[in-house]
């Protein structure tokens, strides 16, 4: 695989990468327009669906695992130090209290990562890289540009590969790659001077293929894969713009009235982060403890 | 005038890079008849890819330096066109199949040629079938250029470039770095791409399959023409091979040893059979 | 006699799950020189990536000097047995040649005496006098393979694994390969070649294991095996052209193998002397 994108048959995948790359932009907007943490959640909890209709649930948990646990650092560091906090909402361990204007902080900063995070894995895990590329060649990107895009996904796993080779090619030349912090930060040279030698060439080869193939040709230049806008991409957007309007709304007339940030939803999140990332961690040891059995067995 | 029946002419041909002293090639001449497939030979450093890179333009375009004498392609003079242009004519294949690859499927690699000449979509399918179908990689269409072997993804570079219709290929050292089964699969598809009167040019360090596929040879070395001919009578001159350091295939020196050993003056065959035939008769003989 | 290298029923499953090689038993003893054949991905590499330890086997056991590679480092099994790669890129960067040949003795933490000498050493074998101050990316392909090669040798390890050495080489090339191999040899070296190069193992005539998807399917001398036609044709390997050439001439000891012109002139020299009777093909 080259990519983080899963080929599936489903309606978020068919959508044209312009219309995603709008809706990115407005996930990132409206976690800055809903500047409060149960309204984040609530637009999570609005996302979701469309997570189940691009049928990428697992991926996307698996992904998500990782943003927790920044969630779960923020919240916790930012709820019990940040200064801003005045009212104590509870305490653990006698001295660490949890404030309330710092858990708001932290909330909104956590769930904005999520949020965000969401949208993005959606449309990497749904947009062929290709699509992207020529999506943006119609809004005018230079070719050069996008192909660079484009290019970079497919060295990365080639770039992955040769390094696993210049670290065996200098493991046979003696070289500990074991080893105390300062021996790993020398380490750095032989690993990566090769590396960086051998990226170097490949690219510079690959510039003359493309020239061979055409590349700097002027005139118009076709693609085999076609991306356009239909009427799903339009209803989509309509969307978009109807939940960006309930979003202002929302934030503008009804933030004085509406008052869902409780007590109660701070400390269950909180407290729900922590058991994810507890499960998590289980799950961690859980494999770690397997393998070494695995291991033990098969010696 | 400058029309003609050839399908590469060159003359007078001198390059010169930036910060060199010598020249790394000096005054070539050769010509190429269409149809027919030329293999280039010469030790390391010969200048052999430069030549084949002034081909199509790649020199001096992209790789500068001073250049001298004509090269034609089709008639056309190639160092007032650009290599983008040339790319309808002339298609390169390199060395490194991996190096050759920038899409994330196999008919995406197909395509990215065919759309920079600007070809329409509704063109496309069919010709990346055609072009599959030549290096006998259809039915890969949608699979990752990575997941293939080595001689599979040189397979796929070159039909990328069969997918333009050049009239001519030019290969440089296309099986070297490919196993006996790569390097199989490509001299196969050679083998067929002549058979459907493609002209080419091929480099390789392996003269058994140069003397197999070739029709003329061309002999570098330092950067100078030492030879050019009908393959045959080119390894025939197997004194100034081994004075340049290279060698002509197995059995070719084998018949020079035998001719050397017991003074006698057997043909200098570059086939086996050939080969067998001629040593028996002589054997007879004695 | 104790081989050097013993591989003991040995099987390498990558992480992703994929057999690499299974069942191998091989033993590799003193002055030997073992050509390693088979298609890309039969498994070649990674049998001998066990030697220096850059891979542990899933199951069976490895010795190496009588080193189980299990328990040792990868630093210290590379000592005894030197692995240069197809690409000399992947291995040399230093600015010039004599720091790459210092730079394995230097991992190994030898006195500066001790490393002046086998650089010496290293420098001699391989006539590097006049390179010594060159940056290796100023040489050409061949040269810096040679450096990448010197490189390894002034570790002075008792096993030299060449991956491919004469890939993309001129004759000339293969010829200084060929050479080097047998003063590898000559100096008491063992030398593990990783090649589809059926010119340099027909005038190695050396023993020859081949690999075809992920098991031994052949090991023996090179004569006996490029005469297996069964084994040939399994892992897509085609002999000589001097050996198909030999098989034609029906006046030729037929059950013989001939991997070299010089084999193939001797043979047809003492069939005259012996005035054997020619038989002419019906």
Redesign the interface.
């Known amino acids: 695989m080259n990519s983080l994108y899963l080929p599936k048959e489903s309606f978020i995948h068919n959508l044209d990468p312009r219309t995603k790359m709008i809706f990115v932009a407005f996930v990132v907007l409206s976690s800055f327009i809903l500047n409060d943490p149960a309204l984040q959640l609530l637009f999570l909890v609005f996302l979701f669906p469309l997570v189940v209709a691009a049928k990428l649930v697992k991926p996307y948990l698996i992904s998500m695992q990782f943003l927790l646990l920044f969630a779960v650092l923020i919240m916790t560091v930012h709820g019990i130090y940040n200064p801003i906090g005045v009212t104590p909402v509870f305490e653990i361990f006698g001295g660490l209290t949890f404030k309330y204007e710092s858990m708001v902080y932290a909330s909104v900063m956590s769930f904005r990562i999520l949020v965000i995070g969401t949208a993005a894995v959606l449309f990497v895990m749904s947009t062929h890289p290709s699509d992207m590329a020529s999506a943006l060649v119609k809004w005018k990107v230079p070719h050069s540009f996008a192909f660079i895009l484009l290019s970079t996904f497919q060295i990365i796993p080639i770039i992955a590969r040769e390094a696993k080779i210049v670290m065996e090619a200098q493991q046979a030349r003696c070289l500990d790659v074991k080893g105390n912090l300062i021996q790993r930060v020398k380490n750095l040279i032989p690993i990566f001077a090769p590396l960086f030698i051998i990226t170097f060439m490949k690219v510079h080869q690959l510039s003359y293929v493309l020239e061979c193939r055409a590349f700097s040709r002027e005139g118009a230049k076709t693609s085999l894969r076609d991306t356009r806008i239909g009427y799903k991409d339009y209803a989509f957007l309509i969307g978009i713009l109807l939940f960006l309007a309930i979003e202002i709304y929302l934030q503008l007339y009804l933030s004085g009235f509406l008052n869902l940030t409780t007590d109660a939803l701070l400390t269950y999140s909180l407290i729900g982060t922590w058991v994810v990332f507890g499960f998590m961690i289980l799950k961690f040891i859980f494999k770690r403890v397997q393998s070494l059995v695995g291991g033990v067995a098969d010696a | 005038m400058l029309k003609n029946q050839r399908a590469i002419e060159v003359s007078g041909l001198s390059f010169l890079f930036p910060d060199a002293e010598v020249k790394a090639l000096r005054n070539i001449n050769f010509s190429v008849d269409y149809g027919e497939i030329l293999g280039i030979i010469g030790p390391t450093g010969a200048g052999k890819s430069t030549l084949a890179m002034c081909i199509n333009g790649l020199v001096p375009q992209v790789i500068q330096g001073e250049l001298e004498g004509k090269v034609y392609v089709k008639g056309l003079d190639v160092h007032k066109g650009n290599v983008a242009k040339m790319s309808e004519h002339v298609g390169f294949v390199f060395q490194e199949p991996e190096n050759q690859l920038s899409q994330m499927t196999i008919e995406e690699e197909v395509a990215f040629g065919l759309g920079n000449l600007g070809v329409p979509r509704e063109q496309m399918e069919g010709r990346i079938k055609e072009a599959l179908q030549q290096v006998g990689l259809l039915g890969f269409e949608k699979r990752s250029p990575l997941a293939l072997s080595g001689g599979q993804q040189q397979r796929l570079a070159i039909a990328s470039v069969l997918a333009m219709k050049p009239t001519i290929m030019i290969m440089d050292e296309p099986t070297s770095m490919l196993d006996p089964k790569g390097k199989n699969e490509v001299y196969d598809v050679l083998r067929s791409l002549k058979e459907h009167g493609m002209t080419g040019i091929i480099i390789d360090h392996e003269v058994e399959r140069i003397a197999e596929y070739c029709d003329k040879v061309l002999v570098l070395n330092e950067g100078e023409e030492q030879m050019f001919g009908p393959s045959a009578e080119v390894f025939a001159q197997i004194d100034t091979l081994h004075q340049l350091t290279m060698h002509a295939p197995q059995v070719t020196e084998l018949l020079h040893q035998y001719n050397q050993k017991n003074k006698q003056d057997v043909k200098l065959s570059t086939s086996i059979e050939e080969a067998a035939a001629i040593l028996e008769n002589a054997y007879i003989k004695s | 006699m104790e081989p050097y290298i013993s591989v003991r029923d040995v099987t390498h499953v990558y992480s992703n799950g994929v057999t690499a090689i299974k069942d191998i038993d091989l033993d590799i003893y003193d002055n030997e020189a073992v050509a390693i054949l088979g298609?890309?991905?039969s498994g070649k590499t990674t049998l001998v990536?066990h030697f220096?330890g850059?891979l542990k086997p899933?199951?069976g056991k490895i010795t190496v000097g009588g080193l189980n590679t299990?328990k040792e480092?990868?630093?210290k099994l590379?000592?005894l047995v030197?692995?240069?790669?197809q690409?000399p890129?992947?291995?040399?960067?230093l600015p010039n040649v004599i720091q790459e040949l210092e730079?394995?003795c230097k991992?190994?933490r030898m006195s500066e005496e001790e490393i002046e000498e086998r650089v010496n050493k290293a420098v001699e074998l391989f006539e590097l006098e006049n390179y010594l101050n060159e940056n290796p990316?100023d040489l050409?392909?061949?040269q810096r393979k040679e450096v990448a090669m010197a490189?390894?040798m002034a570790?002075s390890p008792r096993v030299i694994v060449l991956d491919e050495p004469t890939?993309?080489?001129?004759?000339?090339?293969c010829q200084r390969i060929l050479h080097l191999v047998r003063m590898f040899q000559k100096h008491g070296h063992i030398v593990v070649l990783i090649t589809?190069d059926?010119?340099l193992i027909g005038e190695l005539n050396c023993r020859t294991v081949v690999m075809h998807q992920s098991e031994k399917v052949a090991d023996g001398h090179a004569e006996d095996v490029f005469a297996d036609k069964r084994i040939m044709d399994l892992a897509?390997?085609?002999p000589?052209?001097?050996t198909?050439?030999a098989h034609?001439?029906?006046?030729l000891n037929s059950n013989k193998t001939y991997l070299t012109?010089d084999s193939?002139?001797q043979s047809?020299?003492v069939n005259?002397e012996e005035g054997v009777k020619?038989v002419?093909?019906t």
């Open positions: 298609s890309n991905g990536k220096n850059l899933t199951k299990r480092r990868i630093s590379s000592s030197g692995y240069v790669f690409n890129n992947h291995q040399t960067f730079y394995g991992n190994l990316f050409n392909s061949s490189s390894i570790i890939t993309g080489q001129d004759h000339k090339g589809h059926m010119h897509g390997l085609q000589p052209q001097i198909s050439l034609s001439l029906p006046f012109i193939v002139l047809m020299k005259t020619i002419t093909r």
